[in-house]
């Protein structure tokens, strides 16, 4: 079965590296639904206007759970080195912090790079 690719998850340019390096390898989204599915393959994207993508990736699980409830191993899951760098991150991409607010935790592994040579 060959699947479409047309769908994406756009990401921050500063996480293109710790996704294909693999030291990110979740993400939160602040969703009203969820927009992918476990087992799904999506292009991975830094602008929803430019048809490149630098990797493809593959949804291995998706959880509900509150922003504030993210632990050490989640925080590093997200790439980061510490909480504040968590926090920080999700601040300049939602420009608030909101513990209560519920967000869909998407776990991912890179299926294929698009950008060879970039790392």
């Given amino acids: 079965m060959v699947r479409s690719f ?30 992918v599915k ?6 991975a994207k830094t602008n929803f206007r430019n048809s490149s993508a630098f990797a493809t990736i593959m949804i291995t699980y998706i959880r509900k759970e509150r922003l504030g409830n ?11 080195k510490s909480f504040d760098e968590f926090k920080q991150n999700w601040m300049d991409s ?4 909101q513990p209560d607010a519920q967000v869909f935790v998407i776990g991912f592994r890179l299926f294929s790079s698009d950008w ?3 790392i």
């Fill in 6 to 35: 047309m769908q994406c998850v756009l990401f921050k340019q500063y996480l293109v590296e710790p996704i294909l390096n693999g030291t990110k390898t979740e993400t939160r989204r602040l969703w009203k639904r969820c927009l």
């Fill in 38 to 43: 476990v087992g799904g393959t999506y292009k």
């Fill in 70 to 80: 993210i632990d050490a191993y989640g925080v590093e899951k997200e790439g980061c």
């Fill in 94 to 97: 939602y420009s608030s912090w």
């Fill in 116 to 118: 060879i040579g970039l």
